[in-house]
């Protein structure tokens, strides 16, 4: 069985200052790991996926398969980044069709 | 850009009474998938749905719930009878291949 964890459920930063969203997974096979954000009363929306290796909005985040980490970084927080994250994984092979397997969510605000 | 989307944006239902919620994913996607949010609570997966069926469901897609696409574009969670438990933002996603697509979500409130 996989398993995301986020140990942080709340995390609050000044604008500006450097924003770091953890996140841990635990699976046997080879995963795709996600990050997906959810602003105020908007829907889920894919921010990073590991495979694509980019950066998006300043974020990027890098698959430590040592660690069993994903962990979301930027470098300068912005106002407009506070929003929920979410990590996900879905779990390639092994029976399990794409399904995602989400974290409890980090609630990030960033403080003018 | 292409969404998913969700109605109704919100239902309120008794105990015991049957709901239907309604998606429309994007059309040229093959997956679709319910996933639900308890409040304070992490999104969990209930069911994926391929080639008309469905591929995987979770403990939580018991025999009160199931799933259909009566059509080309609708795709739909039917809970039979509702409890108080029920009660969450259910989220319908799809997807070709790659990362899921989701809507802006059902809140579902039983009482």
């Known amino acids: 069985a996989q398993r995301v964890t986020q140990p942080e459920k709340l995390l609050s930063v000044f604008k500006g200052a450097p924003v770091e969203l953890k996140c841990n997974y635990s699976?046997?096979?080879?995963?795709?790991l996600f990050w997906y954000v959810q602003y105020s009363r908007q829907r889920l929306q894919l921010l990073l996926r590991?495979?694509s290796r980019e950066s998006i909005k300043g974020f990027t985040a890098d698959l430590n398969k040592g660690e069993t980490s994903f962990h979301l970084k930027k470098p300068f927080a912005q106002e407009e980044d506070s929003a929920m994250y979410y990590c996900?994984?879905?779990?390639?092979?092994?029976?399990?069709?794409?399904?995602?397997?989400f974290g409890k969510g980090t609630l990030l605000t960033v403080n003018p | 850009e292409p969404e998913v989307t969700q109605t109704p944006s919100h239902q309120v239902t008794q105990m015991g009474q049957e709901v239907i919620l309604r998606c429309v994913p994007i059309?040229?996607?093959?997956?679709f998938y319910w996933y639900r949010q308890i409040l304070g609570q992490k999104v969990e997966f209930l069911v994926s749905?391929?080639?008309?069926?469905?591929?995987?469901k979770s403990e939580i897609f018991d025999d009160q719930f199931s799933v259909e696409r009566p059509d080309g574009s609708n795709f739909t969670l039917k809970i039979r009878s509702t409890k108080l438990e029920d009660s969450a933002m259910y989220f319908c996603?799809?997807?070709?291949?790659?990362?899921?697509?989701f809507g802006p979500g059902t809140r579902l409130t039983v009482t």
């Open positions: 996603a799809s997807s070709e291949v790659g990362f899921q697509y």
């Open positions: 699976y046997s096979g080879s995963p795709e």
């Open positions: 590991h495979i």
């Open positions: 996900a994984l879905k779990a390639v092979g092994g029976g399990s069709n794409y399904k995602l397997t």
């Open positions: 059309s040229n996607h093959l997956y």
């Open positions: 749905f391929y080639n008309n069926e469905i591929s995987e």
